[in-house]
C-alpha cells in the first residue's frame, strides 16, 4: 500500500510564497525521480517541476523558472517545492507524484504511476 500526500496550499496574495511538501507513506521510493504537476478548473493537468532522487538534476516548466524551487529530503520519505512571486495563474490543485517509466517524453505524467490527493493553491490579484 503506498500513499503520496500533499500539505501547504492555501490562499495567499499575488507576489506572495508558499512552501509544499509531500511525504510517501507504505515504502520508500529509492532511485526514482518524483514531481510536481497542477492542474487548473477546466485545464489539463500541467508539469510543474521533477528532481532526481539524489536532487542533482532537476528541472522546471518555463512558467515557474526563477519563481519556484523543488528540492527533497530522501531521510524523510520528503518532496518540497518552494514556490515564491506566485501569480494569480499560478492558482491550481498541485499534485506530487513518482515517475516509474519512460515511454513518454517532455515530462509527461504517463509515466508517473503514483499521485497524492492534492493541495489547492489559490493566488488572488
Known amino acids: 500500500q503506498v500513499q503520496l500526500v500533499e500539505s501547504g496550499g492555501g490562499l495567499v496574495q499575488a507576489g506572495g510564497s508558499l512552501r509544499l511538501s509531500c511525504v510517501a507513506f507504505?515504502?520508500?521510493?529509492?532511485?526514482?525521480?518524483m514531481g510536481w504537476f497542477r492542474q487548473a478548473p477546466g485545464k489539463e493537468r500541467e508539469f510543474v517541476a521533477r528532481i532526481s532522487w539524489s536532487g542533482s538534476s532537476t528541472d522546471y516548466a518555463d512558467s515557474v523558472k526563477g519563481r519556484f524551487t523543488i528540492s527533497r529530503d530522501n531521510a524523510k520519505n520528503t518532496m518540497y517545492l518552494q514556490m515564491n512571486n506566485l501569480k494569480a495563474e499560478d492558482t491550481a490543485v498541485y499534485s506530487c507524484a513518482v515517475k516509474t517509466s519512460a515511454y513518454y517524453t517532455r515530462n509527461d505524467p504517463r509515466d508517473y504511476a503514483f499521485w497524492g490527493q492534492g493541495t489547492q493553491v489559490t493566488v488572488s490579484s
Open positions: 507504505g515504502r520508500t521510493f529509492s532511485g526514482y525521480v
